[in-house]
């Protein structure tokens, strides 16, 4: 709940599970919830940044330091690499260091694409810069694919992004 923190919910019993009741109210505000590779509940805040929950404490990655002071929206497991979305770009967490893959691109949503054959690849939505796609070659580094009003979309404004999943 934002503003007040991550809850958790048992039949109709609501129970604050983090932060704390003593925290700064900054790390109430939360906008985003995700998992990660060891099945860590990943908390995005408006400004504190990233939170690992494992369900008994809370901790943080010094790397994702530099995400702080805008919201994270939205966060994407991809084996142990983590794909993040923010008000100031979308980054990549990979062995220990967090790269700029768009940067200055406020990024609100971020899953992975159903055709990884070629390379990594993600969708993100963006406000803005329409919806990307976003591979990242191993000679070229980041190729980003933006479609947006030119391409029939009605608008640079893209919200959310889903995967449908298979019939099988």
Known sequence: TYGYGVERLQGSQRTLVWPDASADNHLREVTGLGTDANDRLLIGTATGGVFFFDSKQ?????????LKGDAIW?????GQDLWIATGKGLFLAQSGQVIEIAPGVNSRSVIVSADNS?????????????????????????????????QGLPSQRVFAVLSERNPD
């Open 58 to 66: 809370t901790s943080t990655d010094g790397a994702l330091d530099k």
């Open 74 to 78: 939205s966060f994407v497991a991809e």
């Open 118 to 150: 070629y390379a990594k690849q993600v969708w993100c939505a963006t406000i803005g810069n329409g919806l990307q796609k976003v591979a990242l070659d191993n000679q070229f580094g980041a190729v980003v694919s933006r479609f947006d009003v030119e």
